[in-house]
C-alpha cells in the first residue's frame, strides 16, 4: 500500500472548517484514500473513503485531485470533539491489514 | 455501523502475570481480526492478525510466544500477553473488517494495560 504524508499538527478555530491535507504521491490506481481518526484513549473511528471522486457523509468531505496524488479532508464546522488525532490511509478496497502513519493533531480551540 | 467490543477496558496486574484480552464483533461474523498495540503519544501498531480456524500471522518483530492469539468463532478474538512486564504497559486496540462487502474497518473501544 502507498505510503501518505500528513502536517503533525494543526489549529483550527471552533465553527470554522478544518482543512486536513494529505500526500500520496505514489497511489496505484487501485487504491482508495481512508481517512480514521483517533480521539484520546478510544479506538480509531472511520470517516470517509474515496477512490477519485469527490466524497461527503455526515461528519465531513473527502477532497480527491484529479491526479490523485493528494487529498483534503474537510470537517466543515469543527467542532471541540473534532479535536483528534486523523490518520490518512492508502489501500486497497476490501484489503486486509490498515497501516497507520504518525497522523495529523487537530486542536480545534474556542 | 457495525460493532467491535472489547474486555476489559483497563487492566492493571503485576509483572510475571498473563493477562487475556477479548475482542468480540457484535453484529457480523469476522474471519479475521487485526491486533495493533499503541504507546503514549505513538500511532498504531498492528501486531497480528488473527483467523478463525488457523493460526495467526504475526508481524516482524512481535513475539508469537509471549502474545497468543486465539480466533475461537467468527465473533471472538483473544490477545494473551504471556508473563506481562512493564514493558508491555500499552494500549491494545482490534479491529475487523466485515465479512459483508461494506469497505470499512470497525475497531474496539481499546484496552488499557498496566503492568506494575
Known amino acids: ?110 | 455501523g457495525a460493532v467491535v467490543s472489547q474486555h476489559p477496558s483497563r487492566v492493571i496486574c503485576k509483572s510475571g502475570t498473563s493477562v487475556k484480552i477479548e475482542c468480540r464483533s457484535l453484529d457480523f461474523q469476522a474471519t479475521t481480526m487485526f491486533w495493533y498495540r499503541q504507546f503514549p503519544k505513538q500511532s498504531l501498531m498492528l501486531m497480528a492478525t488473527s483467523n478463525e480456524g488457523s493460526k495467526a500471522t504475526y508481524e516482524q518483530g512481535v513475539e508469537k510466544d509471549k502474545f497468543l492469539i486465539n480466533h475461537a468463532s467468527l465473533t471472538l478474538s483473544t490477545l494473551t500477553v504471556t508473563s506481562a512486564h512493564p514493558e508491555d504497559s500499552s494500549f491494545y486496540i482490534c479491529s475487523a473488517p466485515p465479512t459483508a462487502p461494506q469497505e470499512t474497518q470497525y475497531f474496539g473501544p481499546g484496552t488499557r494495560l498496566l503492568v506494575l
Open chain 1, 1 to 110: 500500500d502507498a505510503k501518505t504524508t500528513q502536517p503533525p499538527s494543526m489549529d483550527c478555530a471552533e465553527g470554522r472548517a478544518a482543512n486536513l491535507p494529505c500526500n500520496h504521491s505514489t497511489i496505484s490506481g487501485n487504491e482508495y484514500v481512508y481517512w480514521y481518526r483517533q480521539i484520546h484513549s478510544q479506538g480509531p473511528q472511520y470517516i470517509i473513503h474515496g477512490l477519485k471522486n469527490n466524497e461527503t457523509n455526515e461528519m465531513a468531505s473527502l477532497i480527491i485531485t484529479e491526479d490523485r496524488k493528494s487529498s483534503t479532508l474537510i470537517l466543515p464546522h469543527a467542532t471541540l470533539r473534532d479535536t483528534a488525532v486523523y490518520y490518512c490511509i492508502v489501500r486497497t478496497k476490501g484489503g486486509n491489514k490498515l497501516v497507520f502513519g504518525a497522523g495529523t493533531i487537530l486542536r480545534v480551540k474556542s
